[in-house]
């Protein structure tokens, strides 16, 4: 992918997230539209992978017919919200190998604090998508990519459900290399690190914790 940000106006996306957006919408509800955008989502970040042909035979005649070529995929999701995103790609992309880099914050620096990284084996071979519906500050986005970048990653991408500018911004200036592909940039970041308008917090609202 060649631009730095792209954003998914397709009306089922814009749709599906105002509902998210909405304080009552259940938890049960939120969890299948996040499936579903993340399925519209990946359509966009995967528009550009390279393909190649195969020959093949229909009941009919031989043909060429297109196929994914090139580098596999691993789909890395950010602990713990980045698993609502997570299930629906893999539902598009079965074969991708998944990872977990397990990030929380700090709720007074609003720094990530590290607690777990197990990712597929030859990243470096691999197209990385990695997963978290909210980019807020930017700093678990760029700290998770830090340590993809060290265990070999060289082509990553980022998929997000909603991002605030302040967010976008960071992961420009800390890894320009990585494309992101999110359904909306909201107005800002409030004083606590939450994106308004936003949705609240998107782990509490997939998993019904407060
Ligand atoms: N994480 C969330 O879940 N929501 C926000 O608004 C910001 C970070």
Redesign the pocket.
């Known amino acids: 992918m060649t631009k730095h940000l792209t954003i998914v106006k397709h009306p089922l996306v814009q749709h599906k997230l105002t509902l998210m957006r909405q304080v009552d919408t259940p938890t049960a509800v939120f969890r299948q539209l996040l499936r579903e955008i993340s399925q519209l989502l990946a359509y966009e970040i995967t528009s550009e992978l390279d393909m190649t042909t195969k020959h093949i035979n229909t009941p009919l005649q031989e043909m060429d017919a297109p196929v994914l070529a090139g580098k596999k995929l691993a789909l890395i999701s950010i602990l713990r919200?980045g698993n609502g995103l997570l299930d629906g790609v893999l539902e598009l992309i079965p074969s991708a190998r998944v990872g977990f880099v397990g990030l929380y914050?700090d709720e007074k620096t609003l720094l990530p604090i590290q607690y777990y990284f197990k990712v597929p084996t030859e990243l470096e071979d691999r197209i990385v998508i990695t997963v978290d519906?909210?980019?807020?500050?930017g700093n678990?986005s760029v700290a998770a990519i830090d340590l993809l970048k060290k265990a070999g990653a060289n082509n990553i991408r980022f998929m997000c459900l909603?991002a605030?500018p302040e967010g976008v911004q960071r992961m420009k200036e800390a890894h320009p290399d990585v494309p992101i592909v999110t359904a909306a940039v909201d107005e800002k970041?409030?004083d606590h690190?939450?994106?308004?308008p936003?949705?609240?917090?998107?782990?509490?609202?997939m998993y019904g914790t407060k």
């Open positions: 919200a914050r519906p909210m980019l807020a500050t678990s909603l605030a970041l409030n690190g939450y994106i308004v936003g949705l609240g917090d998107a782990g509490d609202r």
